[in-house]
């Protein structure tokens, strides 16, 4: 069965969902059965010359520069959105109005009430969704996760999480729409803050409470035309304390202008019995202690991930050999796919990345009110 | 010149008292000039067998069980304060008294009054005080500070600091006066915070508010007589949000019961052209990022201390070799030292060490309040 | 320009080989101009039905359990070798004669003399021959090579190069095929010794001569039938001294028996000015040293591959984001395409993978006689 | 009882030896049961200004500028002999023919003849030696030597040193004796290859043949008179290929001009069910991998030493916490000072290192036949 896919978008994101579905089959066909043969069907971007030539390069059938031709044409089943943050809510609006399954990037919207909306448009037509948080589909963190799900550390009792980037460090750096609000929403809380979200709800569960605060690290910056300098509206910064729903109590810290930080996005998990470490950075290795055996012999394991952490094997028989960064992507395409299948495998859906969503509003919420502890 | 020195005290920072006492000139003493020569004159334990055998594995020339006649003894100059934390107030307290100079352990007191009672006694008597943050010492932490000062990364504009050690993670390990409230005073926070605190001070410069929250893991222990299940009246961990006076940004996490980490005791800071960090656990180690030259060529450096980072010279003159936790307390003790012969180098003393001790109370007060924040 | 793609083989390699064909030019197509686009026509395997269901899932049109109709048929341009090392020289000869591109796995043959013939018929052919050493492909090796060429790091005078795994580590491991020479030819150094060789010949030039040694580690291995056990004829681990043409000494140690070791392939290179050290267990990390700044800020600069490091931008516009093996074989592919477009850019081709067969067989033949000295 | 302690030499290793008998007892003093008192009655350094200055700094009860009368005085049972390489014949024969026992730097003598010339001297006349091959004693080296006995990883089958420095490393540092046979003996393998050698001894028993390479990165230097270059004549550098008497093969790779490594001294140990690494510049750290428990969790632990690594709870009760480099030299002091209490402790001494110096001359020599194999 095919399954008739349309992207918007060849930036970033959009080049990595056009790989993700042009290799989901190819790579894991193995452990994909029953699951529709997806068709590079139409990409969308502009100008119209533009989207000819990516679609070309990237193997799509057709190509267009009017998003809502794509998500209204009758070949499309499914639609990659990985345009701008702002852009995401109309067009995750229209093709659930349209029926289409929607593999959507993070953050879902610029808002809480767009996010909120487009959660219960999806849920009311029953289409099903996808939002990009790909480093929660890492088999060195879905192992972490099984990890501590049988009990290998123990009652969990800390999380620290961290994300760090250095795109926004250089103080020199030309303003630009990232810089605000009304384009961007949420600065750093929402580039990389989502995804370090999506992990401690993945290994924590939901999050109870928090504090918060928040810093402007360059306030302004030069306009690119040379006529002076603009405002930057939004956080390079945030540091965060967190109750989670189980008790345990928690951290987080948050900088785009982290110098030489290119994709430090981990956590520390704290248990009664053992710790797990994850560093992105190192995206290949585990961190795992355990109090068992002789003090003597304890220590830090460093694990590379292998086959025995699926689905690395489908990529590669070789344990330590390594995945890289669009691997993620496919993972996350196939979980979709299955999702599509009818399996219960596409997470995190609108609803879960609602909920990512709500802590990062929540965190800014806290942190523009002094610190004041905001429940969730 | 000779400096009648007294030791009170003879467990784990006792035995580093002694030994520093004893070394001091033999490892620093090129770089000491006009420091007076410590004298090791006496040594109290408690049984006085004990005691007796301590001084003679040491090399005092007299031992005592009696802390009293110790500090009124004239014969000596300099106590060492190294008892349980609920001592030393009154041991501090009674020295000064004498007019003794004093190095005590951190943290100060059990409570912010006792310890404001110190500082204003050593004040007015004019004694010189240390306070023993040891890891302050550390050639890596002062080359981080001279790097910082020296605007090697910018401005700094975020700290990130943690503290974790696994002393207290065992779930099994029997109840003991750690636990208790007036007998250990703070938990987590006094034990390590304060180390924390020490070395945010020695990069950042002064806190001016922070909020917080604090947890005890493990809530009851088994007491030692096996009669039932004792509660855990302080602390295991804490996390804390910062804003330094400079404007800075920054956080906290501080943790007993945390797996796996020994002496895991380290900051980031990041500043606007670079980032330095520090963790005591590769306390040989400094990492610096600076953003210059080619980006192909950025990263973080490993920089392993030798001879120009001074006085690890003193030690050893081959870089790299390493100097250990004791050689710490050996600088310190010369700090102390010169501070006596009348230089200005006897930091942290009762002045600055209360300075930590407001902040870790503070920690405790927002956490107790819900994570309000509390002004400096 | 179409060009017609066969490949043979569906393991571990077959399907790196495919999934690269796939993939090039979505993923690369920004640089490859003027290359011609690949069509994945033909797919061999055994048995047929297993061809087919691999051709369905990689995309290929289609399948044959005859690899000398594939070499032959007029629909295939270029063809990958991806089956046991047995195999590489009948298949490659073949594919010669039809007058096919060739893109052939490590080591080339079983013999010397096999791999010559190959480079021979080659090169009187015409054909535009590569060999999988795809991990000089890796940008961070590249890079390394291009510090090197531009005396960043000055004269080189050492080289030490590791290659471990641990795929036969274990002495409970069933004997197979890899133990026999007949089948698998050399064990480790034709394995991954190769794969050292080709970063040595890529960072030094020429090896001049060497002194080696060998070892079989587990002198015979449990019949899969369980009716005793079988011989292991070829080494397991070997250790080599190089002087290099130009001048250097230099080192490489190699092992498929070495316990935790899952993609150990690094190594050092001194020079007069610095040191280049790299590690494929961390694929996306350089190290580099420079003598130059102040002493108290020298040290090894771990960089993270990124944009800086071409062609990483064109899977990823951000830094430290992490390729991942199979990447490295995508870049492969295309300097490939790009040589059968006429470019100066296959390589390593069989006439360099001839020279690098030479060491391995030199090495063994030095070992085989205790250790004497062949010079190449 | 006393024991009357003369140093000759207070350059590095003089003042680690001054602070080693000067501290052993106070820090291992329980754990040293019947062992003498170490008093410091003689330092001899030249002129005798100097050695008084000295003395007064490290606490000698006396100075001299005479090692002949330190070496004959009564008032002296123990010899430590820290100078240059050439001295150390002429002073251990003279104190071994008074009958002192022996602390002799490394390494032994600038001659095979000589050093076994000590060792047949010091045997004969009944003194007990050591040699300080410090590193060995450090309590992660011991715990590895512990673990490869109890079986931990099986049957060891590969040895794989190092030992990198880079004081010489720098082209245009200036002449010195270092760099002539007649003052320095042999280059790289004297100074440091031969604590490589007492690692390889002490994990893997004795060596039963090589094969090597040597080389002189730097063959003239800069005379210090600005006369011209002068002549480097011995090794900078040297590669080794070995057999150990256990079967298991190993290698050897010694540098002193090897940019950025300061301290970089360690080995691999693989067995047939795990693998151990060392390293130097991360001295409180430990490596292990063993093949045991579920291949998703298996992994290198880093294990830090402390209490559970005899001595080192003797310096610091808590894990983790550092020793340092002096440390070791305190711990080596110990083992001479029950060896003098009659143990069998006193280890390397001369005869032991006498195995030491051979295989470095061994190297030696086959690296002068052009890497000839030489049976030891």
Redesign the interface.
Known sequence: MALGVGVIGT??MGK?H??AW??V???L??ILEGAPTPELRMLCETPLGKAQAMA????FAAATDDWQALVNDPAIDVVSITTPNGLHHPMAMAAIAAGKHVWCEKPMALTLAQAEEMADAARARGVVTMVGYNYIKNPAFT?AQR?IETG???RV??F?G?VD?D?Q???DLPWSWRAKLADAGLGALGDIGTHLVSMAHGVMGPIASL?????T??ETRPLPDGTGRGLVENED?A?????FANG????M?I?R????????LGF?V??????IVFD?????E?Q????DG???????????T?P??APYGE?????????????LKVIECAALLQGIAGKDTSHPNFDDALRIERVIHAIADSARN????VHL
């Open positions: 930036g970033f990595t056009a790989l042009r290799n089959k190819a790579v066909g193995g070309d390069q990237f193997g192992h990890l290998a550390i123990g009792v800390q620290r961290w980037e795109y460090a250089d103080p504090i918060a605060d928040m810093q690290i360059h910064a540091s965060v304390v967190l109750r345990a109590q928690g951290s810290v900088s202008s982290a110098w030489g930080r290119k994709s430090r520390e704290h248990g009664t019995k053992g710790m992105q950075e190192r995206m290949n585990l795992l202690y355990q109090n002789p003090k003597a012999e304890q220590g830090f394991k460093t694990i590379l292998g025995a952490h990529f590669c028989p070789a344990p330590g050999h390594q995945l890289g960064f669009n691997d002094g610190g004041t502890r």
